[in-house]
């Protein structure tokens, strides 16, 4: 009798242990904090309200000269870059939209800058099961942070909880905090006309957990100023996790926009001459050929060239 009974449970076993490891339920996402530019400067105070400029709001809050602030100067080697940004850390109600604009760009507008997500449930899922957490939105407006050398670019960084709630034990219940980065990217010397030139021109997200240490691809939005035909200024994608902790595994489904995996600046396009600097080019070409031919000539006929 006990060996049938033995039997009868091993044979149960794989059953019983894979229904135990399946759980379903909600998830909570908010984000919590902001910290990036608000403004640009032409100080090297960060608390010299009156060389701010461009001002931004991120959810309707301002800087103001009383929290603490930080500047990045852009590089100081070409004129077009010698520019500051005023940072701060801004604490947000918990949240699941971020907007950011600039003073005097009404809610709504194509020029607001919005970072949201949009939580999914989850069914049946299995710990060490990829699974869609929700979708972030990336809508590209303006803001600050863009540099004329890619590398001076100040990025946003939007700290963000994100909670899961079930019924089927603690495996489901997790928490995962995390980032999700924003970078603006103007490069100087681009040709936006090209393919190449625009996806360079695009800003773009990725996310990173705190936990575990991962960072997804990255997520490009076309600019509205140079964006294909057909191209569009709005996106979404899937942010992926998994069960064991509740970790990142990568953001997935691009719509809207396009992946990379890089999360560095593209390489920009090198803008193409124009006819009448191939012709100034043909002519100083013409012109080291004739000199060269009269030095080879001077020299063959034993003559000096001065």
Same mark, same amino acid.
């Given at each position: 009798m006990r060996k049938i009974l033995a039997i009868v449970l091993l044979a149960c076993a794989p059953a019983i242990g894979y229904s135990q490891a399946l759980g379903s339920g909600t998830v909570d996402f908010q984000f919590t904090s902001f910290l990036g530019p608000l403004a640009t400067a032409g100080s090297a105070n960060p608390y010299d309200e009156s060389s701010w400029g461009t001002r931004g709001l991120v959810n309707g809050i301002g800087a103001t000269s009383l929290p603490p602030y930080y500047l990045s100067w852009s590089s100081a080697s070409h004129a077009l870059s010698d520019i500051g940004f005023v940072s701060g850390l801004i604490n947000l109600a918990p949240t699941q939209t971020v907007s950011m604009r600039y003073e005097g760009v009404p809610v709504g507008s194509p020029e607001e800058n919005i970072i949201? +997500? /949009? =939580?999914? !449930? #989850?069914? @049946?899922?299995?710990?060490?099961?990829? %699974?869609?957490?929700?979708?972030?939105? #990336?809508?590209?407006?303006?803001? @600050?942070?863009? !540099?004329? %050398?890619?590398? $001076?670019?100040?990025? /946003?960084?939007?700290?963000?909880?994100?909670?899961?709630?079930?019924?089927?034990? $603690?495996? %489901? @219940?997790? /928490?995962?905090?995390?980032?999700?980065?924003?970078?603006?990217?103007? =490069?100087?010397?681009?040709?936006?006309?090209?393919?190449?030139?625009?996806?360079?021109?695009?800003?773009?997200?990725?996310?990173?957990?705190?936990?575990?240490?991962?960072?997804?691809?990255? #997520?490009?939005? +076309? $600019? $509205?100023?140079?964006? =294909?035909?057909?191209?569009?200024? #709005?996106?979404?994608?899937?942010?992926? !996790?998994? +069960?064991?902790?509740? &970790?990142?595994?990568?953001? &997935? @489904?691009?719509?809207?926009?396009?992946? /990379?995996?890089?999360?560095?600046?593209?390489?920009?396009?090198?803008?193409?001459?124009?006819?009448? !600097?191939y012709m100034m080019l043909l002519a100083g070409l013409g012109l080291l050929a004739f000199v060269a031919r009269r030095r080879a000539s001077h020299l063959a006929d034993g003559g000096v060239v001065r």
């Open positions: 949201s +997500f /949009t =939580p999914r !449930a #989850f069914s @049946n899922v299995a710990v060490g099961q990829d %699974f869609v957490l929700g979708t972030l939105t #990336f809508k590209n407006g303006g803001w @600050n942070g863009g !540099a004329y %050398f890619t590398a $001076d670019n100040v990025p /946003t960084r939007l700290d963000f909880k994100v909670t899961t709630h079930s019924s089927d034990g $603690d495996a %489901f @219940n997790q /928490t995962m905090l995390g980032t999700v980065t924003m970078v603006v990217n103007a =490069p100087g010397i681009n040709d936006t006309a090209t393919l190449a030139g625009q996806q360079a021109e695009a800003d773009w997200i990725y996310v990173t957990d705190y936990g575990s240490g991962v960072r997804s691809r990255a #997520f490009r939005v +076309f $600019d $509205d100023c140079c964006r =294909p035909p057909g191209g569009i200024t #709005f996106g979404m994608v899937d942010l992926v !996790a998994r +069960f064991n902790s509740l &970790d990142l595994v990568d953001i &997935d @489904n691009p719509e809207g926009g396009f992946l /990379t995996e890089s999360v560095d600046p593209l390489p920009v396009a090198a803008p193409v001459p124009e006819p009448g !600097a």
